[in-house]
């Protein structure tokens, strides 16, 4: 559909540069105060995340003067270091990123003082998750505000709360010091184990020291859709099942499983991927507006919409597994393939599925969702397709385009936001044709380095919860994929072919209902 559309040239003035609203020349971050003191624990400090997200995020948040002088940083893990061996391995893996475009984190240098600011911060302690000594060890070391940071398998996410809390160590001295824990996904992997991993931290902590992750709600873009829909008085009125036909909410990738393999056979693109960042999608699109921008009251809308969805019956969805194919021209191996996969695997690298969301507002809408891996191209967005006009002036005009009427949000690659409507054609005769208009974040704003951690670092340690996720929130969405789960059973995924747009069974989904999914060829 994109080669039917005809760009605007971007606009720019006489010296090539793009013109920029007065209103936003001149705006900065400043004004943003600084962190409060505070030690950031990471257990998992000899981790992926830690290296390749957490460190880059703090890099950035010392480059831009958010963080307290008084942060210290300590790292904890199974093997043996000290506090300047994991200084330098960290040094050297931050210099590597320089030499790795692919990276999340990529820079042409390393600012010298910015770094240097980090790692003077940071100690290492070397501990068994699973024991009592690392705890009273901790006990000695800790005072004042800490965040724990579990950027650990999933499995130690209860065995770490339980000792935090055996050890005194969540125990808060009333608005002196706070104590907050950090959860990365996966948390639980179907209703019944999130609902016994909330029961059991809740005996540890109250709800609100807990900051589930979700990196998602870390993306700028993804931040911008309530302002989109509530801050602009053309979409909100339209937000609604009168004015929209579908919403197709997209997360495909070009990557494969990687190295993660033995995480992957257990997860797969389901729980992997949808009650948790497409859910969050959904819910930014979809909630009803809520009473203020406050954390309790963004979360509240947030749980009561998706309280709202259906569960979703296997007739619903598609499943599909990569096999051997071609990305950007080069050979790459299918999914049976990849190391610590199992050669007769029935995972899912791909999944499609319709839902329904009963409220007065979507009753009738379908929200169709699909993620997946070593797909044709990258691409994350929500595209709201708008109803048919309703005066019938152009309902057979040459021209009249089936697919315009769209809204896309773009998340990534692409930041910005496209909308694709009908217009005439110059000449004597009445001719429509379909055009694009759009915004692209880095043509109106200096885009600064960011991983998508900074945010909800800095969140955590000021203590917004808006961008984490509440317990209500994370079993609602197990719930509404939980017949998924168990349905699905034994049965195999659709094969599709890496490169390729996906399996024939997700356009068949949409095609029944006279649909099509947009192409991820950009093409
Ligand atoms: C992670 C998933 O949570 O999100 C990965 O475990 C996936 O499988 C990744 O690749 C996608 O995130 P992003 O920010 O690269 O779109």
């Not at 009333?174 to 824990?181: I, K």
């Not at 109250?206 to 053309?234: C, P, W």
């Not at 709202?308 to 599909?320: D, L, T, W």
């Not at 399996?503 to 947009?518: F, T, Y």
Request: with cysteine.
């Amino acid at each position: 559909m994109n080669t039917a559309v005809n760009l605007p040239p971007r606009s720019t003035s006489a010296d090539g540069q793009s013109h920029l609203p007065v209103s936003v020349i001149g705006r900065s971050a400043s004004g943003v105060e600084p962190a409060p003191p505070c030690t950031l624990v990471i257990f998992g400090a000899g981790g992926d995340l830690t290296k390749r997200l957490l460190m880059p995020a703090l890099y950035n948040l010392a480059g831009s003067h958010l963080l307290s002088e008084n942060l210290r940083v300590l790292g904890i893990d199974h093997s043996d270091n000290t506090d300047e061996g994991w200084r330098s391995a960290l040094s050297e893996t931050m210099q590597s990123f320089t030499r790795d475009e692919s990276a999340e984190f990529h820079a042409k240098q390393i600012d010298a003082a910015a770094w240097g600011w980090v790692r003077q911060r940071l100690s290492y302690l070397q501990g068994d998750f699973e024991q009592a000594p690392l705890y009273g060890d901790l006990t000695h070391r800790l005072q004042g505000n800490v965040v724990f940071y579990l950027a650990v398998p999933a499995r130690f996410f209860g065995p770490i709360i339980d000792h935090l809390g055996a050890a005194g160590l969540l125990k808060e001295s009333g608005n002196d010091a706070f104590r907050r824990v950090v959860i990365e996904k996966p948390f639980g992997a179907d209703l019944s184990s999130a609902k016994n991993l909330n029961a059991r931290i809740l005996k540890s902590a109250a709800e609100s020291q807990f900051y589930r992750i979700d990196h998602f709600l870390g993306k700028e873009t993804v931040q911008s859709i309530l302002a989109v829909r509530f801050a602009n008085a053309m979409y909100e009125p339209v937000w609604c099942r009168d004015f929209i036909d579908h919403v197709q909410i997209t997360a495909a990738e070009t990557i494969g499983v990687e190295q993660r393999g033995s995480f992957y056979e257990a997860t797969g693109a389901l729980r992997d991927m949808v009650p948790n960042h497409l859910f969050q999608l959904l819910c930014m699109t979809a909630i009803e507006p809520p009473s203020s921008l406050d954390a309790d009251a963004i979360r509240t809308a947030k749980a009561k919409l998706v309280e709202c969805v259906k569960p979703i019956q296997p007739e619903h969805a598609v499943r599909g597994q990569y096999t051997a194919g071609k990305i950007a021209e080069e050979a790459v191996a299918g999914y049976l393939q990849e190391p610590h996969v199992s050669p007769d695997s029935a995972t899912e690298t791909y999944v499609a599925l319709k839902l329904a969301i009963e409220n007065e507002r979507w009753s009738g809408v379908p929200f169709y969702l699909r993620t997946g891996k070593r797909l044709i191209g990258r691409r994350t967005e929500i595209a709201v397709r708008f109803k048919k006009a309703r005066a019938p002036l152009f309902a057979d005009a040459p021209g009249m385009d089936e697919q315009s009427d769209l809204l896309r949000i773009q998340i990534d690659p692409t930041h910005g936001i496209e909308t694709i409507l009908n217009v005439k054609v110059p000449g004597p005769k009445m001719q429509l044709a379909p055009v694009a208009t759009s915004f692209r974040y880095d043509d109106y704003f200096q885009q600064k380095p960011n991983v998508g951690y900074e945010t909800l670092l800095y969140d955590c340690m000021i203590g917004d919860a808006t961008l984490f996720q509440r317990a209500d929130n994370i079993e609602t969405s197990w719930a509404a994929i939980d017949p998924l789960l168990h349905g699905w059973g034994k049965g195999t995924p659709e094969l599709y072919a890496a490169g390729s747009e996906g399996p024939a069974g997700a356009d068949a989904l949409l095609a029944r209902e006279g649909r099509q999914w947009l192409k991820l060829d950009p093409k």
